[in-house]
């Protein structure tokens, strides 16, 4: 299997279903049902799962095994608070250093999320997170994108949670607002673009909480593990 393990396949897989919000926070991800479902051994579906526990995005319980993480809503707004201080950095360290190709390739993300939010298709809201997960590795600092990343993703659990129904409303155009920022080299522009754009989508979103779906957790791990193969 080319570079990737396929302990590491199958958390990209539970990391999709998590961050386009098919699985809920708190579900529960029993290693035998993982591993069947995606074909692999109790082992292998166990290390699939600590993959995405150092990303605090599934959490393992004494005697109850491993769910998905579910974030208070005191650590999601201190989440989206050092989230904000970190995407001004991103943005100070891009401003006047992308390339016409780098600018492109997010022009087209926001083409992508565009044709997802506008035929309601549950993978937009993965791909506006990953609109902010490319910026932070366009800056070429391993450690700023892995922290962003990890807090992107994280937001996921938090909004799902306690975000109000049109949250994933995500502005595109705020989007391509910032990247004419940075096209420009307007360092301010773009801290401000990117700081208004967060704390509409993030803080203000926030209203304490809403109910969760029914689906059972093994009927979406098997739909995506078919996305998979």
């Given at each position: 299997?080319?570079?990737?393990?396929?302990?590491?396949?199958?958390?990209?897989?539970?990391?999709?279903?998590?961050?386009?919000q098919?699985?809920?926070?708190?579900?529960?991800?029993?290693e035998?049902?993982?591993?069947?479902?995606?074909?692999?051994?109790r082992?292998?579906a166990?290390?699939?799962?600590?993959?995405?526990a150092?990303?605090?995005?599934?959490?393992?319980?004494?005697?109850?095994?491993?769910?998905?993480?579910?974030?208070?809503?005191?650590?999601?707004?201190?989440?989206?608070?050092?989230?904000?201080?970190l995407?001004?950095?991103?943005v100070?360290?891009?401003?006047?250093r992308?390339?016409?190709?780098?600018?492109?390739?997010?022009?087209?993300?926001v083409?992508?999320?565009?044709?997802?939010?506008?035929?309601?298709?549950?993978?937009?809201?993965?791909?506006?997170?990953?609109?902010?997960?490319?910026l932070?590795e366009?800056?070429?600092?391993?450690?700023?994108?892995?922290?962003?990343a990890?807090?992107?993703w994280?937001?996921?659990?938090?909004?799902?949670?306690?975000?109000?129904?049109?949250?994933?409303?995500?502005?595109?155009?705020?989007?391509?607002?910032l990247?004419e920022?940075?096209?420009?080299?307007?360092?301010?522009a773009?801290e401000?673009?990117?700081?208004?754009?967060?704390?509409?989508?993030?803080?203000?979103?926030?209203?304490?909480?809403?109910?969760?779906?029914?689906?059972?957790?093994?009927?979406i791990?098997?739909?995506?593990?078919?996305?998979?193969?």
């Open positions: 299997m080319e570079e990737r393990t396929r302990a590491e396949v199958i958390a990209q897989a539970l990391r999709k279903a998590i961050i386009e098919a699985l809920e926070p708190g579900a529960k991800l029993p035998d049902v993982v591993g069947d479902t995606f074909g692999v051994s082992t292998v166990r290390r699939a799962l600590e993959l995405l150092a990303e605090e995005l599934v959490e393992f319980r004494p005697r109850r095994g491993a769910a998905v993480s579910r974030p208070t809503l005191a650590e999601g707004r201190d989440l989206f608070a050092v989230r904000i201080d995407e001004r950095v991103v100070r360290r891009l401003t006047g992308l390339e016409e190709d780098q600018l492109a390739t997010l022009a087209r993300m083409e992508h999320e565009h044709h997802a939010h506008h035929h309601g298709r549950p993978e937009y809201i993965r791909l506006a997170a990953e609109f902010h997960v490319v932070g366009m800056t070429g600092s391993l450690v700023l994108s892995r922290l962003l990890q807090l992107v994280r937001s996921a659990l938090v909004l799902r949670l306690y975000g109000r129904p049109r949250w994933d409303s995500c502005n595109l155009q705020e989007h391509l607002d990247i920022a940075l096209r420009a080299s307007d360092a301010a773009a401000a673009l990117m700081t208004t754009h967060l704390e509409s989508v993030l803080l203000r979103g926030l209203d304490g909480g809403k109910a969760g779906g029914a689906e059972e957790p093994g009927d791990l098997r739909r995506y593990a078919r996305a998979d193969s």
